[in-house]
């Protein structure tokens, strides 16, 4: 209403007999110039104004609003008859509009391209490889429409132009404009951002595109081949199954960007068409498939690990029915599935997280930025989020961010699985908590000991250990501290023994060690009380008061014993009759004899001599009297 006021008060003004001639001029131009521009700002049937300018330094030149779109129920409309029917209800074009087209509604758009530099050639793109064909129609001198088709229904070798998009050649002329129609047909709604490139900036554009992608999947053949060889070389079925799912993977990110389309099937419209959701489908299942492997699933929840092997297999079933599936149908299961594997994947991540799975969380870590590249593709194509080139390729940079992650959590699972395997393997050798050998182990080393010992003609120790408080440390600390006590005692052995030396779990409460020779009587009278010594330091994380109290047996060898098991036996026994409430600490297997020296050895000749006496053995000492194996004797 006031728009109308305002323009009847312009109105009166230039009809003032007062006013000049020149203003009456001014005003009546201003008044005419306003209503020329109301009319063509509110006619739809008339042809745009050829207001597009195709300047180089500002490329790509979207459509935007400079063209007009119809949806039309008539599939059997031409150009022909659409350009001279003065019934369609044109609207202003939109570069970021989602139309709502389905297999019975076709999107026409037309547009006039003015007189422009023809120096180089130009291109009109859509830059999605989701669109399943587009036609441009070109008015040519005599009046006739030329048409030139691409997308997922025309094979790539049949385009104008074979690239990863639609890319059409269009006419430019410096004198005239031209007149353009454009028929897309899809499926599902779609966004049409038609844009306008010179062929110096499609080749630049084109050759660094090239370049990302290649690093892209050259990162991702690289992961597959790695994957492969370590699944051969370590024989771990995590592996293949990952390098299964990357390759899957590659080949939707391929179909994704039109790679796949331009390079692998450039001759198949049918498969580059039904490939589209086919292809991400299974990339879904791969990935379940990965996750219950590589959390094993199978040996923590057999329950949890057939949900996700039904949702795989419920996907092969999926990726095989949209085979025979029209693409409108093909479309809503896929959008209807593709959430569910997503979820339980998920959930059994932070399952195997809150029961103790140390490499669940950087798993997480590593799918989260596909997660966030396939909720801003959806958002793309919902109309929520504009098309740039960061969301575009969110999808690669996603699986480029997700590779290396889980290469690393791949290797670093790979090292802890070897390392159980060798612990299982060696249970019957090794005790699992301490890592320290077991009695069976110590038995074998100490007969190797004697017979060194022998042979190389010095002495050697064993001891046996006893901790004779655990029942005090359990009153008094707990049953915590109490169970932990024999790790603390095991942490001590171990730094007290040299390299050379062994230091083993006989039970719960009782160590065995081993002390290489040549061993002095003044190292063996010292290593005892050190042993000690070292038990009744306090231990970082407990109390105080709560060390161990230990015993201690001993015995030189070969002196006090040829065979390991007797000398066990006895090493033992000698345990057993101290008393634990006994201040001693240190029970030598012989009481009330001195240390004893280095035996010393003479050769004596015995080829003449008649048969020696049987020898004398003093278990006092320990000392052999007569002549050994070596032919020498004692002096």
Excluded at 130 to 152: H, P, R
Excluded at 319 to 325: N, Q, S, T, V
Aim: proline share 6%.
């Amino acid at each position: 209403m006031k728009l109308a006021q305002h323009f009847h008060s312009l109105y009166r003004l230039s009809r003032l007999r007062h006013a000049s001639r020149a203003c009456q001029h001014w005003l009546k131009t201003i008044f005419s110039s306003l209503l020329l521009t109301i009319a063509l700002l509110t006619s739809q049937n008339v042809w745009p104004r050829s207001i597009l300018d195709l300047d180089t330094q500002a490329q790509p030149i979207a459509l935007s609003d400079w063209g007009d779109y119809w949806v039309s129920t008539d599939v059997g409309r031409t150009p022909e008859n659409l350009s001279t029917d003065a019934a369609v209800s044109w609207q202003p074009s939109s570069s970021t509009k989602l139309y709502p087209l389905n297999e019975d509604k076709i999107l026409w758009l037309r547009f006039t391209v003015p007189p422009a530099p023809d120096a180089e050639r130009w291109y009109l793109q859509m830059p999605s490889t989701q669109v399943e064909k587009i036609t441009v129609f070109t008015l040519n001198s005599v009046g006739l429409w030329e048409a030139q088709s691409a997308g997922d229904l025309v094979a790539v070798d049949n385009w104008p132009l074979p690239s990863r998009y639609p890319i059409m050649p269009i006419t430019v002329s410096a004198e005239i404009q031209h007149r353009f129609l454009v028929r897309i047909e899809n499926s599902r709604p779609i966004i049409a951002p038609l844009e306008f490139i010179s062929e110096a900036y499609l080749s630049r554009t084109e050759q660094r595109n090239s370049l990302l992608l290649g690093i892209f999947f050259g990162l991702a053949g690289l992961a597959v081949a790695i994957s492969l060889l370590s699944a051969v070389s370590l024989r771990d079925s995590a592996y293949g199954v990952y390098a299964l799912s990357v390759a899957v993977s590659g080949l939707a990110q391929a179909r994704r960007t039109g790679t796949a389309g331009l390079h692998l099937w450039p001759n198949q419209p049918w498969w580059n068409d039904v490939s589209t959701t086919l292809l991400p489908t299974l990339e879904m299942s791969a990935a379940l498939l990965f996750i219950s492997v590589v959390v094993a699933l199978p040996e923590r929840s057999r329950r949890l690990n057939l949900s996700l092997v039904l949702m795989t297999v419920l996907g092969l079933l999926i990726a095989l029915a949209m085979m025979k599936m029209p693409t409108e149908q093909r479309i809503d299961i896929f959008h209807a599935y593709i959430f569910l594997p997503q979820l339980l994947g998920a959930y059994a991540l932070f399952w195997a997280w809150r029961r103790g799975d140390r490499f669940a969380p950087w798993l997480i870590l590593g799918f989260t930025p596909m997660v966030l590249a396939e909720m801003s593709l959806l958002a793309k194509n919902a109309g929520l989020l504009e098309p740039s080139g960061l969301v575009v390729y969110s999808s690669q940079i996603g699986l480029a961010l997700q590779l290396p992650i889980i290469m690393v959590v791949q290797m670093l699972r790979s090292a802890q699985r070897r390392e159980n395997i060798r612990r299982i393997s060696g249970l019957d050798r090794v005790d699992p908590e301490t890592g320290l050998i077991n009695g069976y182990v110590l038995v074998e080393r100490l007969k190797r000991m004697i017979g060194r010992s022998t042979r190389l003609k010095h002495s050697s120790a064993v001891l046996l250990i006893d901790i004779v408080n655990t029942e005090q440390i359990y009153r008094e600390f707990g049953r915590q501290a109490a169970d932990e006590l024999p790790l603390r005692v095991a942490e001590r052995l171990l730094s007290t023994a040299r390299e050379i030396d062994s230091a083993a779990r006989l039970s719960t409460r009782r160590f065995g060690m081993l002390v290489e020779g040549p061993i002095s009587s003044e190292e063996a009278a010292s290593l005892r009380p050190r042993i000690v010594a070292r038990c009744l330091m306090p231990y970082k994380g407990l109390q105080e008061n709560c060390v161990a109290s230990v015993h201690i047996a001993y015995a030189l060898v070969p002196q006090q014993g040829l065979d390991a098991q007797v000398l066990m036996a006895r090493l033992e026994a000698r345990l057993a009759a101290a008393l634990p409430s006994d201040k001693r600490a240190v029970f030598p297997l012989i009481e009330g004899l001195p240390e004893l020296k280095k035996p010393r050895w003479k050769k004596i000749d015995l080829s003449n001599s008649s048969p020696a006496p049987e020898s004398k053995k003093s278990v006092v000492l320990g000392e052999e009297f007569g002549v050994n194996s070596f032919g020498q004797a004692r002096t």
